[in-house]
């Protein structure tokens, strides 16, 4: 072994230390669609806010692993989502993010039209009941779920169960069960969006996300309303205690100055503490006692990441005008120093310096629990 090289199994590191994964996991396009086909398509995506699809015709189109997805809701009500492909010539059927049409998509190619539920409803020069098979036709439907207020998609043609995968994943994160009842995130309204544009690998976000070793370095206003955080030890993935606000701090806000309305359903043990969970592969939640912070991840390269992060408040705080600006600032900022020191790292994976990995300090022990989830599914 040369000078500084690093080992590169488990059993040549000291008992401190475990390896992560090799750079050529962050950058290769190979394993990148190897992640987009064996975790993003295979299991529950959360892809959509339901609010944001208030009315029949309103729609959104998400990139889901290589897959664009269409969702939108129908006429009775029910969110509806398929593959964004025109089943004639394969066209992609909606090029907008989002939009509202107000019968039905028509392909922009030969003008095939389909129904909110996905049927071929009529092709220019053909009688689309007699000359085409309208249910062979049709857009091919994924599967939807609806969970705290989000649209959770999955491509897999047999999905694995929601219940066990993600609100089971959640709950045992949180370790009790009802943890995240009480905050009612379904029935918050939107107070505020802001959209990231991270140069980096989805899992540096992941990990990042997962330990809170960065954070007496980066982030000095997070550890100022969380003092327990400048030690280091508070893994965000562990904060199923919840992390408890310091003495002088009035609120989850920039300056620890007070918060807004605080949620009903939050309890005593919860009152003046920060939960946090990561929801695989792609969801990472917030739980303060006055808001949540709701993040989704799109994948859309193997060095970018797009994340749309949501800052949800009680109806009568956002309807009220209140000023949240205090409180959306802390966490955008944590954002900012999170996505920059993921930024930061990317530039290296290909660096030979990093080619077998780094190591994982005990603090970060637990992000091998993630990589062998992602080495489970891609094999
Ligand atoms: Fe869509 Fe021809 S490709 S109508
Ligand atoms: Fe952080």
């Known amino acids: 072994m040369t000078t500084g090289e690093l080992p590169t199994t488990e059993s040549q590191l000291p008992e401190s ?43 959104e189109t998400v990139q889901i692993g290589r897959e664009s997805v269409l969702v939108t809701r129908n006429r009775s009500g029910a969110i509806k989502a398929h593959l964004n492909v025109c089943r004639h010539r394969g066209a992609r059927l909606c090029t907008e993010e989002s939009g509202e049409v107000r019968r039905s998509f028509q392909c922009p190619y030969h003008a095939w039209t389909y129904s909110f539920d996905g049927e071929l409803i009529a092709a220019p020069n053909l009688n689309a009941m007699d000359d085409v098979d309208r249910t062979q036709y049709g857009l091919h439907e994924v599967h939807v779920r609806e969970w705290l207020g989000y ?10 169960s929601f219940d066990d ?4 994943d959640v709950t045992n994160r949180l370790g009790t069960p009802d943890a995240i009842v009480g905050y009612q995130v379904a029935d918050l309204k939107l107070g505020r969006r802001v959209e990231y544009d991270v140069k980096a690998n989805w899992k540096q976000i992941v990990e990042n996300f997962m330990e809170c070793y960065h954070c007496a370095t980066i982030h000095p206003e997070l550890t100022e309303v969380l003092p327990e955080f400048a030690d280091g030890l508070a893994a965000q993935y562990f904060v199923g205690h919840g992390a408890e606000f310091g003495e002088d701090i009035e609120g989850f806000t ?6 807004l309305a605080k949620l009903p359903g939050v309890n005593e043990d919860q009152d003046r503490r920060y939960y946090a969970i990561t929801v695989r592969p792609q969801v990472f939640i917030n739980l303060v006692p006055d808001h949540v912070v ?17 800052w949800l408040y ?13 409180s959306v600032e802390l966490f955008h900022r944590v954002n900012q120093q999170d996505f920059d020191a993921c930024e930061r790292c990317q530039l290296a ?3 030979r310096s990093y080619a077998s990995g780094g190591v994982l300090v005990p603090s970060e022990h637990h992000i091998v629990e993630f990589h062998d989830w992602v080495r489970e599914r891609t094999g």
């Open 17 to 59: 230390l475990r390896e992560t994964l090799p750079g050529h996991h962050y950058t290769e396009p190979g394993i990148f669609r190897l992640e987009q086909a064996t975790i993003f398509e295979a299991g529950w995506f959360c892809a959509v806010r339901s609010a944001d699809l208030a009315k029949p015709g309103q729609f």
């Open 151 to 160: 649209v959770w998609l999955c491509l897999a043609e047999e999905p694995p």
């Open 165 to 168: 995968t993600v609100i089971g």
């Open 254 to 259: 920039v300056d620890g100055s007070a918060g």
């Open 294 to 310: 709701f993040h989704r991840m799109f994948p859309l390269a193997p060095d970018r990441t797009l994340v749309r992060c949501d």
């Open 314 to 326: 009680l109806p009568d705080v956002v309807d009220s005008g209140a000023d949240i600006d205090r």
């Open 349 to 351: 994976m290909d660096s």
